[in-house]
Protein backbone atom coordinates (compact mmCIF):
# COMPACT_ATOMS: atom_id res chain seq x y z
CA UNK A 1 0.00 0.00 0.00
CA UNK A 2 3.12 2.00 1.04
CA UNK A 3 6.39 1.61 -0.56
CA UNK A 4 9.30 3.65 0.86
CA UNK A 5 12.55 4.26 -0.81
CA UNK A 6 15.60 6.19 1.02
CA UNK A 7 18.20 8.87 -0.76
CA UNK A 8 21.21 11.00 0.42
CA UNK A 9 23.31 9.11 3.02
CA UNK A 10 26.80 9.03 2.34
CA UNK A 11 30.34 9.87 3.98
CA UNK A 12 30.90 13.14 6.16
CA UNK A 13 33.34 15.00 8.13
CA UNK A 14 31.64 15.70 12.02
CA UNK A 15 30.41 18.86 12.48
CA UNK A 16 28.89 18.54 8.88
CA UNK A 17 25.58 17.84 6.99
CA UNK A 18 23.70 15.82 5.03
CA UNK A 19 19.90 16.12 3.79
CA UNK A 20 18.07 12.13 3.76
CA UNK A 21 15.14 11.70 0.96
CA UNK A 22 12.73 9.45 1.03
CA UNK A 23 10.17 9.02 -1.45
CA UNK A 24 6.81 7.85 -0.93
CA UNK A 25 4.41 6.16 -3.23
CA UNK A 26 0.98 5.08 -2.08
CA UNK A 27 -2.81 6.78 -1.98
CA UNK A 28 -2.68 6.63 1.06
CA UNK A 29 0.76 8.63 1.85
CA UNK A 30 -1.50 12.04 3.75
CA UNK A 31 -2.82 9.49 6.32
CA UNK A 32 0.48 7.85 7.74
CA UNK A 33 3.08 9.00 10.40
CA UNK A 34 5.87 8.95 8.52
CA UNK A 35 9.21 8.69 10.74
CA UNK A 36 13.28 8.05 10.77
CA UNK A 37 14.89 5.58 12.56
CA UNK A 38 18.52 4.09 12.46
CA UNK A 39 20.47 1.45 13.69
CA UNK A 40 23.88 1.61 14.42
CA UNK A 41 26.06 -2.20 14.12
CA UNK A 42 25.54 -3.95 17.53
CA UNK A 43 22.55 -1.47 18.26
CA UNK A 44 18.88 -2.07 18.33
CA UNK A 45 16.93 0.13 15.71
CA UNK A 46 16.40 3.61 17.28
CA UNK A 47 13.59 6.11 16.92
CA UNK A 48 14.76 9.49 15.47
CA UNK A 49 11.80 11.66 14.30
CA UNK A 50 8.60 11.64 13.26
CA UNK A 51 6.38 13.85 11.74
CA UNK A 52 2.45 13.54 12.55
CA UNK A 53 0.38 13.91 9.86
CA UNK A 54 -3.06 14.62 11.84
CA UNK A 55 -1.29 17.79 13.39
CA UNK A 56 1.91 18.16 11.04
CA UNK A 57 3.21 18.40 14.53
CA UNK A 58 7.09 16.92 14.73
CA UNK A 59 9.03 14.71 17.73
CA UNK A 60 12.66 14.10 17.98
CA UNK A 61 14.85 11.67 19.73
CA UNK A 62 16.70 13.72 22.29
CA UNK A 63 19.90 12.78 20.99
CA UNK A 64 19.29 14.47 17.40
CA UNK A 65 16.73 17.29 19.09
CA UNK A 66 18.16 20.99 17.79
CA UNK A 67 20.57 19.32 15.16
CA UNK A 68 18.37 17.13 13.02
CA UNK A 69 14.97 18.34 11.03
CA UNK A 70 12.12 16.30 9.68
CA UNK A 71 9.90 17.69 6.74
CA UNK A 72 7.14 16.53 4.43
CA UNK A 73 6.14 18.02 1.30
CA UNK A 74 2.45 16.19 0.74
CA UNK A 75 2.52 17.23 -2.99
CA UNK A 76 5.22 15.24 -3.83
CA UNK A 77 4.88 12.50 -2.01
CA UNK A 78 8.41 13.12 -0.15
CA UNK A 79 9.63 13.02 3.13
CA UNK A 80 13.41 14.83 4.25
CA UNK A 81 15.61 14.60 7.25
CA UNK A 82 18.41 17.55 7.47
CA UNK A 83 21.16 16.77 9.59
CA UNK A 84 23.29 19.14 10.65
CA UNK A 85 26.11 19.10 13.48
CA UNK A 86 26.31 15.76 12.44
CA UNK A 87 28.65 13.71 15.20
CA UNK A 88 30.56 10.17 14.68
CA UNK A 89 27.50 8.49 16.88
CA UNK A 90 25.29 9.38 14.04
CA UNK A 91 26.66 6.68 12.03
CA UNK A 92 24.22 4.26 10.94
CA UNK A 93 21.97 3.04 8.57
CA UNK A 94 18.92 4.86 8.45
CA UNK A 95 14.99 4.36 7.66
CA UNK A 96 12.10 6.07 6.64
CA UNK A 97 8.90 4.25 7.81
CA UNK A 98 5.21 4.86 7.43
CA UNK A 99 2.89 4.25 9.97
CA UNK A 100 -1.03 4.57 10.53
CA UNK A 101 -0.99 3.81 14.27
CA UNK A 102 -0.75 6.11 17.62
CA UNK A 103 2.90 5.03 18.96
CA UNK A 104 4.77 7.30 16.60
CA UNK A 105 7.93 6.21 18.45
CA UNK A 106 7.63 2.91 18.31
CA UNK A 107 9.28 0.56 15.47
CA UNK A 108 6.27 -2.11 15.72
CA UNK A 109 3.80 0.78 14.79
CA UNK A 110 5.28 1.04 11.42
CA UNK A 111 4.17 -1.80 8.33
CA UNK A 112 6.03 0.25 5.48
CA UNK A 113 9.99 0.47 5.61
CA UNK A 114 12.59 1.57 2.96
CA UNK A 115 15.78 -0.06 2.43
CA UNK A 116 17.59 2.36 4.19
CA UNK A 117 20.38 4.53 3.69
CA UNK A 118 23.84 4.60 5.19
CA UNK A 119 25.62 7.79 6.95
CA UNK A 120 28.94 7.63 8.33
CA UNK A 121 30.75 10.11 10.06
CA UNK A 122 34.30 10.42 10.40
CA UNK A 123 36.02 12.01 13.72
Known amino acids: QVQLVESGGGLVQAGGSLRLSCAAS????????MGWFRQAPGKEREFVAV????????AYADSVKGRFTISRDNAKNMVYLQMNSLRPEDTAVYYC????????????????WGQGTQVTVSS
Open 97 to 112: AASPGTLPRADRAYPY
Open 51 to 58: FSRSTGST
Open 26 to 33: GRTFNNYD
